[in-house]
């Protein structure tokens, strides 16, 4: 996932950050600061409103503002939501429209990759 932040409430900066997941040092520190396990933690990321989703994302801006050498209290951690998007990276959206292009085909009645005219 891409992380865009236009104004951060924490450092006072611009953030556009990738992150595809945490690395084994930062889910540790997930894990004691955050109590969360990986699937916790990756399962919040992918939940709106709930607590957990709430923690996971303090905890990613936790670990990417570290990532970058700004250490932030972990109740300080803020975010104002309007400033936030979270977009695919390059990667994901080439295999998001890979995979639309496939369904949509197979939707169709052919076979993913069958060329749409017979060759001659």
């Given at each position: 996932?891409?992380v865009?932040?236009?104004?951060?409430?924490?450092?006072?900066?611009?953030?556009?950050?990738?992150?595809?997941?945490?690395?084994?040092k930062?889910?540790?520190f997930i894990?004691?600061?955050?109590?969360?396990?990986?699937?916790q933690?990756?399962?919040?990321?992918?939940?709106?409103?709930?607590?957990?989703?709430?923690?996971?994302?303090?905890a990613?801006?936790d670990?990417l503002?570290?990532r970058?050498?700004?250490?932030?209290p972990?109740l300080e951690?803020?975010?104002?939501?309007?400033?936030?998007e979270?977009l695919?990276?390059?990667?994901?959206?080439?295999?998001?429209?890979?995979?639309?292009?496939?369904?949509?085909?197979?939707a169709?009645g052919?076979e993913?990759g069958?060329?749409?005219?017979?060759?001659?």
């Amino acid at each position: 996932m891409r992380v865009v932040i236009k104004n951060c409430r924490n450092c006072g900066t611009a953030h556009d950050w990738e992150f595809e997941r945490p690395f084994l040092k930062e889910a540790r520190f997930i894990d004691r600061t955050y109590g969360m396990n990986a699937t916790q933690f990756q399962d919040g990321l992918n939940e709106e409103g709930t607590h957990e989703a709430l923690e996971a994302t303090a905890a990613l801006f936790d670990i990417l503002h570290r990532r970058e050498g700004i250490v932030i209290p972990q109740l300080e951690i803020d975010l104002d939501w309007e400033d936030l998007e979270v977009l695919p990276t390059e990667q994901e959206a080439e295999a998001a429209a890979k995979a639309e292009q496939e369904a949509a085909e197979v939707a169709a009645g052919k076979e993913p990759g069958e060329p749409t005219t017979p060759p001659s």
